[in-house]
């Protein structure tokens, strides 16, 4: 079992459309939580960070919820330029590692 | 700036041939790490350093080599022993615990 697990899409939706991602992960012991944005042929840029009280960024919404292993990514009111690859990201403090989703593919339409 | 600078942005290898990618940051990060990410897929972790002088291997170390002589310095080594070396190569620092990591802009590699 893969330790972050991604729906990888592609989601296609309209402009100003509300979409959610979802990301699971395997390991009880995690402890840090991060959103990234991957455009094509580029590198990742951090998005968000997620706390377990959740937290908003604009249009941006994160939340964890430790009990069922999940974090999630809302995007309201989407824009062209949020087209991208999103990134998953957890980290286990011990031995600093990062585990990484295969990414989930956004393309917001016109 | 404070940040994270790979080079070269791209790179060719011959058969048979050693080449060394290069990642300096300058966040004062104790934590560095290689990637490598081919075409429509996730990050897969190479080698990473907690310190300087000490690194451990990752999922595909096998073909790879680093050294952490300094701490602002990572570079990766991509051996003849990797028969597959093309792909997208991203460099990445942390600081703190829970603190996301940083990443530079990438070396692309590829196979003459």
């Known amino acids: 079992r893969k330790e972050v697990e991604q729906d990888p899409g592609p989601f296609n939706v309209p402009e100003g459309a509300t979409v959610a991602f979802n990301c699971t992960y395997s390991n009880s012991a995690s402890q840090s939580f991060f959103w990234y944005r991957q455009d094509c042929r580029k590198e990742p840029k951090l998005l968000m960070s997620v706390y377990s009280s959740g937290n908003e960024d604009g249009r941006f919404t994160a939340q964890l919820n430790r009990a069922s292993q999940y974090i999630s990514l809302l995007i309201r009111d989407s824009k062209l330029s949020d087209s991208a690859t999103y990134l998953c990201v957890v980290n286990m403090n011990t031995g600093n590692q990062f585990y990484f989703g295969t990414g989930t593919s956004l393309t917001v339409i016109p | 700036d404070g940040g994270i600078t790979q080079s070269p942005k791209y790179l060719f290898r011959k058969e048979g041939q050693n080449v060394t990618l290069s990642c300096e940051q300058n966040l004062n990060h104790d934590a560095m790490y290689w990637y490598r990410q081919d075409p429509g897929q996730g990050l897969r972790l190479i080698y990473y350093?907690?310190?300087?002088?000490?690194?451990q291997k990752g999922d595909i170390a096998e073909g790879y080599s680093v050294s952490r002589e300094k701490k602002e310095s990572f570079p990766l080594t991509v051996t003849s022993a990797q028969k597959n070396p093309t792909a997208f190569y991203l460099c990445?620092?942390?600081?703190?615990?829970?603190?996301?990591?940083?990443f530079g802009d990438g070396t692309r590699l590829s196979i003459l």
């Open positions: 990445a620092s942390t600081g703190q615990p829970n603190q996301p990591q940083h």
């Open positions: 350093s907690q310190i300087v002088n000490d690194f």
